[in-house]
Every structure is written in structure tokens, then in C-alpha cells.
T-cell receptor, first 114, second 109 residues
């Protein structure tokens, strides 16, 4: 495996379900990100982890809960979501620390909340 | 507030040249990125500008004017595979990326 991988690629869930999104990076990076991408809207940064510590939480509802057990893995735990949470969820990683912070993205999980 | 503006959609002809503009207002500036995103796929890095001027990379070039808060991405010799969304993003004073909504580029034969 190379780059950034995400599973599952597609997820349909009800509002009462609990599910998790998984991201893995094989680039030796030390920063990882969760983004939400809705149609015709800018990418919304949700969470940032640097060296496995959360450094950014952009006022994301508590029904989204991130977990970063090590520098290669990132999870997004979902519970009691709303239909407006349906979107593409992208994971990214970067070397972190200072400028020229090129981010490498995974293919995303297309989430539909019924 | 912080804001990135780019056109929602553009159409161009195969073999032609197209320029996609991006204007920004951010708290601080630590570089501007352009990414390409094909439908249903991950965004992929195209270019990075931190100093004023033109950066050329094959058929793609990116220009930056920090005093004007302006950048453009120039695509030459357009190919059908260039049909995609092009995302402009600025790194602010906190080294976080602020993203535009993207420009959907449609290439016609």
C-alpha cells in the first residue's frame, strides 16, 4: 500500500447507528487531518493531529469523535448523525511543522445518512 | 473573516489555454496551493507559490501576487483528462490551509 488509504469508500447509515471511518498513511508523515467536503463548498477542516496529539478542532459537533492511536492511523467515530452530515470525508497527511505543508489526500469515504 | 474566491465553473476547448483565477483574504500568508480533484477521487497537489511570480511545471503554470491577494492557474494544450475541479488553498498565519470551493473545469472536444 502506498500513499493514504481510507475505508470504507462508501457508507450508508441511519441516524441511530454507530460507525467508524479509518485512514492510514504510508508516507512517514507526522500530521493527519480530517476534512468534510460538501458539494460546491470549500473543504472544511474538522480535526488536525500532529504527533498523535489533537491540535485543532474547528467547532465540530460531538457526534464526530476522532482517534489517533499512532502517527500512521486516524479514525473518525460517528454516532447519532444527521442527514446534513452526508458528505465526502477526506483524510490527509503531511510532514507537518511550518511552511510548505503539502497535504496528501486519501480517496475519501462517501457518507450518506438516512 | 478569511475568504478564498474562485469561479464555480469554466468551460474550455481541447487544445486551448485556460486561466483559473483565485483571490484571497486571509489572516497571514504562508503560501498558496493548487490542487486538482477528479470526480470521486482525492485532491492531488499541482503547485505551490510563496513568492511573487510565475512557477511553470509542464503544461501547468501558477502565478502569485501577494500584494493583490491574487493567484491564477494556467493550463495549456488542454486535454480531455484535464476535466476536473481545481482547488485553491492558502496557508494562513497558523499554517492551516484555507480552501476555496473549487472551480469545475469542463473540457469540450
Amino acid at each position: 500500500e502506498t500513499g493514504v488509504t481510507q475505508t470504507p469508500r462508501h457508507l450508508v447509515m441511519g441516524m441511530t447507528n454507530k460507525k467508524s471511518l479509518k485512514c492510514e498513511q504510508h508516507l512517514g508523515h507526522n500530521a493527519m487531518y480530517w476534512y468534510k467536503q460538501s458539494a460546491k463548498k470549500p473543504l472544511e477542516l474538522m480535526f488536525v493531529y500532529s504527533l498523535e496529539e489533537r491540535v485543532e478542532n474547528n467547532s465540530v459537533p460531538s457526534r464526530f469523535s476522532p482517534e489517533c492511536p499512532n502517527s500512521s492511523h486516524l479514525f473518525l467515530h460517528l454516532h447519532t448523525l444527521q442527514p446534513e452530515d452526508s458528505a465526502l470525508y477526506l483524510c490527509a497527511s503531511s510532514q507537518g511543522g511550518g511552511d510548505y505543508n503539502e497535504q496528501f489526500f486519501g480517496p475519501g469515504t462517501r457518507l450518506t445518512v438516512l | 473573516g478569511q475568504n478564498i474566491d474562485q469561479p464555480t465553473e469554466m468551460t474550455a476547448t481541447e487544445g486551448a489555454i485556460v486561466q483559473i483565477n483565485c483571490t484571497y483574504q486571509t489572516s497571514g500568508f504562508n503560501g498558496l496551493f493548487w490542487y486538482q480533484q477528479h470526480a470521486g477521487e482525492a485532491p492531488t497537489f499541482l503547485s505551490y507559490n510563496v513568492l511573487d511570480g510565475l512557477e511553470e511545471k509542464g503544461r501547468f503554470s501558477s502565478f502569485l501576487s501577494r500584494s493583490k491577494g491574487y493567484s491564477y492557474l494556467l493550463l495549456k494544450e488542454l486535454q480531455m483528462k484535464d476535466s476536473a475541479s481545481y482547488l485553491c488553498a492558502v496557508m494562513d498565519s497558523n499554517y492551516q490551509l484555507i480552501w476555496g470551493a473549487g472551480t469545475k473545469l469542463i473540457i469540450k472536444p
